[in-house]
C-alpha cells in the first residue's frame, strides 16, 4: 500500500491565523502607534511652509493640535479596547442614536466654517459628529446583523395575506438601512458628501456580505445607487464638480475649478521612484488643503514611488491584521465589527488616494492617521480600540450572561 504524501494541514491564511493567536492583537498596537507617529511627521512637513508664509512661526497650528489630539485618542482608544465586548453589542442602538442626536445637534446650534455646518465647538475644541458616526454605523449595523435570523417567506392565499405577512416583516427588516440612510442624509446636509459617501459604502457592504437575502442585496443596491445620484443630482455644485473635473487641464479651468487636483497630479507625478526629498516639495506652498484632504500629494512629491508603496504598506498591514483578527472571532457580532472596520479603513483611504491623483473629483475625504483632523484621529482610533474590545468574545456570549442573570435571580415570594 502507498502511502499518501504528507501535505501541510494549513494554508498560508491558516497559519497566520495560528500565529496571530485568540483575542485582541498586540501588532496592531505597534502599527498604530507608526502610523500615528509618520502622520504628525507628514503634517509637519505639509504645514510649515504655509505657517511661515501666515507668520505662524514654524511649526503649524495643525502640528501641535494633531500631537493633542493624538494623546487624547490613544487614551480614549486604549479605554475602549478595555470594554468587555458585550457592552457595545447590548448598547449598540442607544450609541447609534447618541450619534444621530450629534448629528442633529450640528444642524441646531453648530458652527459654521467655509460655508459648511459641521462642528459643535466646546470652547478651544471642535468637534465633528459625523466622524463618530461611522464608529456608531459599525456598531449597529454589526449587532442588526449578529442578531437577524434567515427569512423564510411563508405561503400566502391572497395579496391582503402577503401583505400582512411577508411585505410588513420586509419593511420592519430594512428599518436599520433607512435608519443610516437618515445619518447619511443628515451628513450630506452638512455638506459633507465625504463623510456621508464613506459611511453609507461602509454598511452598504457590510450588509451586503452580511448574509442577508438576494432581495434584500437587490433592494439594498437598488436604494444605494437611487439615494447617491440624488445627492449628487440635485446639487447643481456637485454636478458642476463633476463635470469640471473631466475638462480640468483645459487652459480656463487648469487655474479655478480644477486647481488643487491639477497641481496635485503634478506633485505626484514629480515625485518619480524617491521624490525630491523631505521637507523640499513645492506643492505645499500652492496648496490650501496642504495638510488634510491631499496631504498624500506632500507624501509622493517628496518620498516617491517608494515612500507611498511604504506608506500604503503600513496602512495595508494594519487593515491585515484586523481582518485576521476577525477570522478569528467566534463571536458573529465582533466578527461584523471587524470587517466593517477594514471596509472603512479601505475606503476612505482608496478614495482619498483616488481624488489626489485625479482618478476622483475633490469630495473631502482625509488619509486616515495622516491628515490632520481631530475628531477624525479619535473616531479611528475608537475604532481599533473596538476592534480589541470584541475580539475575545465567545460565540453567543451576550445571550449567555442574560441567561445566567436570569439563573441567578432569587425566587419571589407572592404576597398573597
Not at 11 to 40: C, E, K, Q
Not at 374 to 380: D, V
Request: with cysteine; aromatic share 10%.
Amino acid at each position: 500500500m502507498i502511502k499518501e504524501r504528507n501535505r501541510p494541514s494549513t494554508d498560508s491564511i491558516d497559519r497566520a491565523l495560528a500565529a496571530a493567536g485568540p483575542g485582541p492583537d498586540p501588532v496592531i498596537n505597534w502599527i498604530l502607534a507608526a502610523l500615528v507617529a509618520l502622520g504628525a511627521f507628514v503634517i509637519f512637513d505639509a504645514g510649515f511652509a504655509r505657517s511661515i508664509q501666515n507668520g505662524d512661526g514654524l511649526v503649524p497650528g495643525e502640528f501641535k493640535s494633531q500631537v493633542f489630539y493624538a494623546v487624547i485618542a490613544a487614551i480614549i482608544g486604549f479605554g475602549v479596547s478595555r470594554v468587555k465586548g458585550t457592552f457595545w453589542q447590548k448598547f449598540a442602538l442607544p450609541i447609534f442614536l447618541t450619534a444621530m442626536a450629534g448629528l442633529i445637534a450640528v444642524k441646531v446650534f453648530g458652527h459654521e466654517m467655509n460655508g459648511a455646518q459641521r462642528w459643535i465647538k466646546l470652547g478651544p475644541v471642535s468637534i465633528q459628529p459625523a466622524e463618530f458616526m461611522k464608529v456608531a454605523a459599525i456598531i449597529y449595523v454589526a449587532s442588526v446583523l449578529a442578531s437577524r435570523k434567515t427569512w423564510k417567506s411563508p405561503k400566502t392565499k391572497d395579496w391582503a395575506q402577503w401583505a400582512d405577512r411577508v411585505m410588513v416583516p420586509k419593511l420592519v427588516r430594512l428599518i436599520p438601512m433607512f435608519a443610516i440612510l437618515f445619518a447619511v442624509l443628515l451628513i450630506e446636509l452638512e455638506p459633507d458628501l465625504g463623510t456621508a459617501a464613506v459611511i453609507g459604502s461602509t454598511a452598504f457592504f457590510m450588509f451586503f456580505f452580511g448574509g442577508i437575502s438576494k432581495g434584500s442585496k437587490f433592494w439594498v443596491t437598488a436604494i444605494a445607487i437611487f439615494v447617491v445620484g440624488g445627492m449628487v443630482w440635485k446639487s447643481p455644485f456637485r454636478m458642476e464638480r463633476v463635470s469640471n473635473h473631466f475638462h480640468r487641464w483645459e487652459a480656463d479651468r487648469i487655474d479655478d475649478v480644477g486647481y488643487q487636483t491639477v497641481q496635485s497630479e503634478i506633485a505626484m507625478a514629480s515625485g518619480g521612484l524617491t521624490g525630491t526629498g523631505p521637507g523640499t516639495g513645492r506643492v505645499k506652498h500652492l496648496m490650501p488643503a496642504a495638510t488634510t484632504d491631499f496631504v498624500f500629494a506632500t507624501v509622493a512629491e517628496e518620498t516617491g514611488f517608494v515612500g507611498v508603496t511604504a506608506l500604503l504598506a503600513l496602512l495595508g498591514a494594519l487593515v491585515w491584521r484586523i481582518w485576521l483578527m476577525a477570522q478569528r472571532c467566534k463571536n458573529k457580532f465582533a466578527q461584523n465589527v471587524c470587517y466593517g472596520m477594514t471596509i472603512w479603513l479601505t475606503i476612505q483611504a482608496t478614495v482619498n488616494l483616488m481624488m489626489a491623483n485625479g482618478l476622483l473629483p475633490p469630495i473631502g475625504i482625509p488619509f486616515p492617521f495622516i491628515s490632520s483632523g481631530g475628531s477624525s484621529l479619535i473616531a479611528l482610533m475608537v475604532g481599533i480600540g473596538l476592534c480589541q474590545s470584541v475580539a475575545s468574545m465567545r460565540e453567543g456570549e451576550i445571550f449567555e450572561a442574560s441567561r445566567n442573570r436570569r439563573r441567578n435571580r432569587r425566587t419571589r415570594l407572592s404576597r398573597a
